[in-house]
């Protein structure tokens, strides 16, 4: 027996966007709560609840009403592409983990572990110390064009 689990492809006509399921292929099987397991309205509610952003809020910045943010994230409408494309742009995601839940999912803060935090620190020490290089090698060929 085959597992067919469901994703959505996306499919663009008259400027409206429409989810359309198909069997996915993909070896995602076995998979607990993946992103691509959500529906567009629970990622748009993810995503916004990750931004800090209130229903109000984000309908405000998206020039729409309330009610219209509040259908899309109960799925009862889908926005039209124009207006997915602004919604992820303010939910800091992509547009396609927005329609399909594959790419980077929104960061939260029980996200950003300690490793994350030491290794960018790491990151940060190294390019300071490429920087300082960098400024000392330019001093030194200021000098030298001074001298000539």
Known sequence: MTNTTKSNNLNVLGGTVYLAEVP???GKEGMAHSSTDYTLGE????ARDASGLSTAQLARRLGIKTSTLQSWESDRSEPR???LILLAGVLNVSPTWLLVGRGTPP????TAAPADIDGM???LDRIQK??????DEIADLQDKINRV
Request: proline share 0%; charged share 30%.
């Open 121 to 123: 620190r790491s990151v």
């Open 130 to 135: 490429q920087a300082q290089a960098l400024a």
């Open 81 to 83: 592409s124009n207006k």
């Open 43 to 46: 990622r748009i509610c993810k």
């Open 107 to 110: 960061l939260t803060d029980d």
């Open 24 to 26: 996915d292929t993909g």
